[in-house]
């Protein structure tokens, strides 16, 4: 995405809404320690995926969103979340890596909700599953997607569902320009707040960047073309979620599936257990991933998680242990 089509969009979205006026915001403090073992690595890790992964590392960091409403009400949201974390991948001259997560603001333009900045793009579980907590996570962090890109993108709800598209950078966390982009659409029937079920199909296509966490690795892009449906199921206790993506990255077939199953216990499901596995064949090779993680909501600003995670093409197995603080402040 080109900065001058970027800096368009956000003129038009703010085009598209009335006055605005500030009517409340919500301001969370957030802290979280993270440490475990790696076999690979034989040592004690500071991170849940490798080093240069964004997510999960020690970190400090505050979580704020802003509503602006006009005379028939809400119009806008701003929403802004950064972290400073613990680096400490080894070729790394920075101990202290600044993360932006959400940095977008949404317009409800009356036909359609729409956002501009950093934000999820319409591919996938990641697209609606906010998992920048947890330690299991989609297929986003394996390069099918992403958790959070540079864009914009238009959604609008329906009874029956939720559709949308969007057009972002396909770099992820970093915003670089090296002729990449990813457009990508999502539709989905069920809502699952309501029907406690959804499911969902994506269709992507781009030049994406080869990133790790903030690093861009190489100006190089590699054409992606990728097609998917993703499912999520609460049913009582238990809830699934699963996603299964099928198409090309670097001219190349690629395949991957990912099934999440859980289940809570004690009063409010305050303890949850977790079984991850998924399977993924690119470049030739496929190699299956198994990931077990449990989650105690000891008080409602803490949470404590731990997981055992493997993986077949690294040949790693990671036992990780993560206290998560969230607590909202007011002046």
């Given amino acids: 995405m080109r900065p001058r089509f970027a800096a368009a969009a956000i003129l038009a979205a703010l085009l598209a809404a009335p006055t605005l006026r500030a009517s409340g915001y919500l301001l969370y403090f957030e802290l979280q320690g993270v440490a475990g073992y790696s076999s690979a690595a034989k040592k004690t890790v500071f991170a849940?995926?490798?080093?240069?992964?964004?997510?999960?590392?020690p970190s400090i960091g505050f979580d704020y969103v802003q509503r602006f409403s006009g005379a028939t009400g809400d119009i806008a949201?701003?929403?802004?979340?950064?972290?400073?974390?613990?680096?400490?991948?080894?070729?790394?001259?920075?101990?202290?890596?600044?993360?932006?997560?959400?940095?977008?603001?949404?317009?409800?333009?009356g036909f359609a909700d729409i956002w501009v900045g950093h934000n999820r793009p319409k591919f996938g579980l990641a697209a609606f599953?906010?998992?920048h907590g947890h330690l299991l996570q989609t297929l986003a962090m394996r390069g099918y997607g992403f958790d959070r890109d540079w864009g914009l993108g238009v959604e609008r709800d329906f009874a029956w569902g939720n559709a949308g598209v969007?057009?972002?950078?396909?770099?992820?966390?970093?915003?670089?320009f090296h002729g990449n982009y990813f457009a990508s659409t999502r539709v989905s029937f069920g809502v699952l707040e309501r029907d406690?079920?959804?499911?969902?199909?994506?269709?992507g296509q781009g030049r994406l960047?080869?990133?790790?966490?903030?690093?861009?690795?190489?100006?190089?892009?590699?054409?992606?073309?990728?097609?998917g449906v993703d499912f999520s199921l609460l049913a009582n206790a238990w809830d699934h979620r699963a996603e299964i993506y099928a198409g090309s990255r670097g001219g190349r077939s690629e395949f991957a599936a990912l099934w999440r199953i859980g289940r809570g216990f004690l009063e409010e499901n305050r303890l949850r257990l977790e079984l991850q596995p998924a399977v993924i064949r690119a470049a030739g090779a496929t190699h299956a991933q198994l990931g077990a993680g449990v989650t105690f909501i000891a008080h409602p600003d803490w949470t404590l998680r731990?997981?055992?995670?493997?993986?077949?093409?690294?040949?790693?197995?990671?036992?990780?242990?993560?206290a998560y603080y969230y607590k909202g402040i007011r002046f």
């Fill in 306 to 322: 731990a997981m055992v995670a493997h993986d077949g093409a690294t040949r790693d197995t990671r036992v990780i242990f993560q």
């Fill in 129 to 131: 599953y906010d998992t």
């Fill in 166 to 176: 969007s057009v972002t950078a396909g770099s992820g966390m970093p915003l670089a």
């Fill in 77 to 109: 949201v701003l929403a802004i979340q950064g972290r400073l974390a613990l680096n400490a991948a080894e070729d790394s001259d920075r101990r202290v890596e600044p993360q932006l997560y959400n940095a977008y603001l949404k317009v409800k333009a």
């Fill in 209 to 227: 960047l080869d990133v790790m966490g903030m690093n861009v690795m190489s100006s190089e892009t590699a054409p992606f073309t990728m097609a």
């Fill in 48 to 57: 849940s995926m490798d080093d240069m992964e964004a997510m999960q590392k």
């Fill in 196 to 203: 406690n079920y959804s499911i969902g199909f994506s269709a």
